[in-house]
């Protein structure tokens, strides 16, 4: 998990109300910076709106452990976060308990209220309270900063040398070559490392910047680039990866792959789950397409909905990928080892990756689970783990995560970030080196071969590691398995509000809930299965039946948007409108795009460090 900026504009999803936490890919993406904590926007309406999603009730399967009430401290007096099942009544409840009420919210019944030592005990069980969350600075990570500092082993070289062993695999010729990796994030900007020829192709830019001449594709907030890089990076400099001195360059897990970078996410971490499953659509329609050849999609994202993958649309979404051949790779979350994993990667069928911590050391001998790493249930845990703390990759200059988070700045030119996104991108790496080597691999195959080949961690629960630590260079010489899972399927006849979870988009005090699209349009679920299973839910630059404006897809790398590495602050979406309102706020995965979250769809957080 990560920190969050100060000032947030979009819904966030995180943890059960009372945690003192927050995630991002949000996936599974959130992609945070850490920091010393987290001051709230006073008195904003989108921050209270925000706020809502901290306390919404979760599933029973999510709570935190229970204080025991006889022996908990009173809660201190501060400022606090209602959800009401009454408005009026809740508000009555805290001048009662001697509180002051400081903002309210009817439409997403929200109230802020300063409250005396206790009182938001009190409120807790009021019956027109639903929850209540201090509105506080909160510390989602106790790492100490000058730890991170002296931390040098999230850096590329010794992820691809010692830990995932991927430098070996390269001397036998298998670096990723041919093999095109779909990243579904917040944008890629050809930086270098990502510039060069064949390096990178732009899908359908899906995000609220799409009608954006100027922002079009560009990674305004900075989390895609830093996966792009820990994936397939290579600097412009380097010509063949087993060049003399080659290990100075920065260089991904699969330098030879290719970046096929679909953008959902705007410089805000905003999105909806209906963008993430409309580009995995396009993934799935386009994988062969024009000389593509998908085989890996990363979703370095997920929502904390705990509906039943069985039914759940963006589940569904996933599996279809997965049964036409593209190994699809999780982030597993960054609420924290008790918590379950994040959808998608609730579905059996992905790879959900968890993250590793390397202590600080080379060696892999004392490496343990990252303490924010979702380890999920015992009936659906973590498959694998990979690096996921102080990793440093590309960063975007410009990027609101640049701009906000100067201390997470390595060299000019890199970032350090920590989180299950992190830990996904070197394992869509990971698979990209198996299906160079073994081209005609099944999904079910790759996923095998990588959990047959892992290192266990000593000492870690197999509901935390999964399989173990990744080794590529093992799975290149285990033999292929015959191994094809036996899961439930998914229907994806589910609810697609459910499949957000606890947050959604909102512009201003509106909010894109209950079964329609992003379009606003109402949600089809029997005919939108039928269409994706098929490959037919895009038609040009349409998506089940809405058009996306701007969006569509012309097969030329960068699509002629230009970077100048200017600031992105005060760039806006206001173009144009999504049914009539231009939704501008949302969450990612980590259980929200690191820094951010991605809930409506939440990417997978990590977190960026201070380097120095």
């Not at 080379?362 to 990793?391: E, H, L, M, Q, Y």
């Not at 809405?546 to 602050?569: L, Q, R």
């Amino acid at each position: 998990m990560h920190r969050w900026p100060a000032r947030l504009r979009a819904t966030i999803s995180g943890p059960p109300p009372i945690r003192a936490g927050l995630s991002w890919m949000q996936g599974t993406s959130s992609f945070a910076v850490e920091r010393r904590g987290l001051s709230w926007m006073q008195g904003a309406v989108a921050t209270v709106a925000a706020l809502l999603l901290l306390l919404t009730v979760m599933p029973a399967a999510q709570a935190a452990p229970a204080t025991d009430p006889a022996v908990a401290e009173p809660s201190p007096a501060g400022e606090y976060v209602l959800q009401a099942a009454d408005m009026d009544a809740a508000q009555a409840a805290v001048v009662e308990a001697g509180g002051e009420v400081l903002a309210a919210l009817p439409t997403v019944a929200v109230v802020t209220a300063g409250l005396p030592a206790g009182a938001a005990d009190d409120l807790r069980a009021d019956p027109a309270v639903v929850a209540v969350a201090p509105n506080a600075p909160l510390q989602l990570l106790g790492w100490d900063g000058k730890e991170s500092r002296k931390d040098r082993t999230g850096e590329m070289s010794k992820i691809r040398g010692t830990v995932t062993k991927a430098v070996e695999v390269w001397r036998s010729g298998f670096d990723g070559s041919g093999i095109d990796v779909a990243l579904i994030d917040s944008g890629v900007v050809p930086v270098n490392g990502l510039r060069a020829p064949g390096r990178l192709l732009n899908g359908p830019d899906l995000s609220f910047e799409s009608q954006s001449d100027a922002l079009r594709h560009l990674d305004t907030f900075g989390h895609g680039t830093h996966m792009a890089g820990i994936i397939a990076g290579r600097d412009d400099a380097v010509t063949s990866v087993t060049q003399p001195r080659s290990e100075r360059h920065f260089m991904g897990v699969a330098p030879g792959a290719r970046i096929v970078s679909l953008k959902v996410a705007d410089a805000n971490g905003a999105t909806d789950v209906s963008q993430v499953i409309a580009a995995i659509d396009w993934v799935v329609q386009h994988r062969n397409a024009d000389g593509l050849n998908i085989r890996v999609l990363n979703l370095s994202f997920g929502t904390d909905s705990a509906q039943d993958y069985r039914i759940d649309p963006l589940s569904y979404a996933v599996e279809v990928a997965w049964r036409h051949g593209i190994v699809v790779v999780v982030a597993a979350g960054n609420d924290g080892n008790g918590y379950p994993l994040r959808n998608p990667a609730h579905d059996p069928f992905v790879i959900a990756v968890g993250a590793a911590d390397a202590q600080g050391t080379n060696g892999t001998d004392d490496d343990s689970i990252s303490k924010f790493s979702n380890c999920g249930t015992a009936s659906r845990s973590v498959d694998i783990v990979a690096p996921g703390k102080s990793i440093v990759s590309l960063g975007a200059p410009g990027s609101a995560a640049w701009q906000q988070h100067p201390d997470a700045i390595v060299d000019d030119r890199f970032m350090k970030g920590s989180g299950t996104s992190q830990a996904a991108a070197i394992m869509s790496g990971a698979a990209a080196l198996v299906l160079d080597q073994r081209p005609h691999a099944t999904p079910d195959q790759v996923k095998a071969l990588l959990m047959q080949s892992a290192a266990p961690i000593p000492g870690a629960s197999v509901r935390c590691q999964g399989a173990g630590l990744v080794d590529v260079a093992a799975a290149m010489t285990a033999p292929m398995p015959l191994l094809t899972q036996t899961h439930l399927p998914s229907s994806g006849l589910g609810s697609l509000d459910a499949a957000r979870g606890s947050a959604h988009v909102v512009d201003g005090d509106v909010v894109l809930a209950g079964e329609q699209d992003i379009f606003g349009q109402a949600w089809d679920a029997a005919a939108w299965t039928h269409l994706s299973l098929n490959g037919a839910s895009w038609n040009g630059g349409s998506w089940n039946g809405s058009i996306w404006t701007g969006a569509s897809w012309n097969g030329a790398s960068w699509s002629g948007a230009s970077w100048s590495g200017a600031s992105w602050s005060g760039a806006s979406w206001n173009s144009a409108s999504w049914s009539g309102r231009s939704w501008n706020g949302a969450s990612w995965n980590g259980g929200s795009w690191s820094g951010r979250s991605w809930s409506g769809a939440s990417w997978s957080t990590g977190v960026w460090l201070s380097v120095r």
